[in-house]
């Protein structure tokens, strides 16, 4: 074991170029980098990118240094250019195992360090000059070598896991496709409804955070935008006063409702939740509460099924990505009967069990 600051274990690669146009067929932004994986499986650009980009080399380890706290690691897998708001990092191999490199940047233990040290409120952004006087402790070489192979073994056991939970959510829109067709085309010629004409659509409130009655011993669960991703909501973080309750604008929403996030960081714009107990929640959530011709779980894995053409929508509504009320209100849901809304919820549940079952595998090698 030996003590060595981060200049001592890694290269920081500065050599840049300017785009051509052939280059947009190999450049990497922060935005092709999943947060989840070590593996890129998205690249390129329209056209080619604007200002100075840095060259990688295929097997470079590139760190997204701006908004560190989402923790965007990769492995470069081709020779190509990358975003200026990152790091392309080598491995000083008389220190640091190269298979054992990578999975070090992308530790808890390297990145928690290094957010610690980001400078800027918007886009917080780490400096090489800071970053370079961090000291980590580090096993021998040969300790080194045998992690990196148990590591390496467990990462990519997750990431098998990870692409069959992919598949089976591939494999509940295809279900859907099958029964009831496409909302473009309605093949099948079901009823096609929006949102706003089926469901009561409301979106919450919070209680002001300075007034500690609005707060201390509430009862009542208030959920925030975050809590989406529970899926099924069965409890709150917090939970506010009938005092607080009063003196905000938000409401309760009743049993099985679905929620959908109208913000939020990341992943969080566009998840939408349902609730399995009473609750009220803040103002980024809209609660779409259904009359009798639509089955709330129905709904649920509709929209959940249909994450990205959601995002792009409110993308395209407002120029800034955001969601309200007036964009959730317009979706176009197909509606069959009851009936077939009920055989596809239990298809579309039956998957969730064996999802459920592949994340308790991947927790199991956490």
């Not at 060259?55 to 990358?82: E, H, N, T």
């Not at 896991?161 to 010629?189: R, W």
């Not at 079901?190 to 500690?212: M, N």
């Amino acid at each position: 074991m030996g003590t060595f600051k981060f200049d001592e274990i890694a290269f920081n690669s500065t050599e840049k170029k300017k785009p051509v146009d052939e280059d947009k067929y190999t450049y990497l932004g922060l935005e092709h980098l999943d947060s989840d994986s070590i593996y890129v499986t998205r690249y390129g650009a329209d056209v080619a990118p604007k200002g100075d980009k840095l060259i990688m080399k295929k097997g470079d380890v590139l760190f997204g240094k701006r908004r560190a706290y989402q923790k965007k690691v990769a492995i470069a897998p081709f020779d190509g250019i990358f975003s200026a708001h990152g790091m392309v990092l080598r491995p000083k191999e008389d220190v640091i195992d190269k298979d054992f490199f990578p999975m070090f940047i992308k530790s808890d233990y390297f990145l928690d360090a290094a957010i610690k040290i980001s400078v800027g409120s918007l886009s917080p952004t780490i400096n090489w000059r800071d970053l370079k006087e961090l000291k980590f402790e580090l096993p021998s070489l040969e300790e080194q070598r045998k992690l990196a192979e148990i590591l390496w073994a467990i990462y990519d056991m997750k990431d098998k896991y990870k692409k069959l939970i992919l598949a089976t959510d591939e494999l509940v829109k295809s279900q859907f496709i099958e029964m009831f067709g496409d909302i473009e085309n309605n093949q099948k010629g079901y009823p096609i409804k929006q949102i706003d004409e089926f469901s009561d659509l409301f979106a919450g409130a919070t209680p002001s955070t300075k007034v500690s009655a609005y707060w201390k011993n509430g009862t009542i669960p208030w959920m925030s935008s975050g809590e989406v991703h529970m899926g099924r909501v069965t409890s709150t973080e917090k939970k506010i006063s009938q005092l607080g309750y009063d003196k905000c604008s938000t409401k309760m929403v009743p049993l099985h409702t679905v929620v959908i996030a109208l913000a939020g960081q990341g992943k969080t714009r566009g998840t939408v939740a349902v609730t399995e107990i009473e609750l009220c929640t803040n103002q980024s959530l809209c609660a779409m509460v259904t009359d009798e011709t639509v089955l709330s779980d129905y709904l649920y894995h509709n929209l959940r099924n249909r994450y990205e053409e959601i995002r792009n929508m409110c993308a395209i509504a407002d120029g800034r990505g955001g969601l309200n009320l007036k964009i959730v209100g317009s979706i176009k849901v197909i509606v069959p009967s009851i009936e077939e809304q009920q055989q596809f919820v239990a298809f579309a549940e039956q998957s969730d069990k064996s999802k459920f079952a592949l994340q308790e595998a991947i927790k199991d090698l956490d």
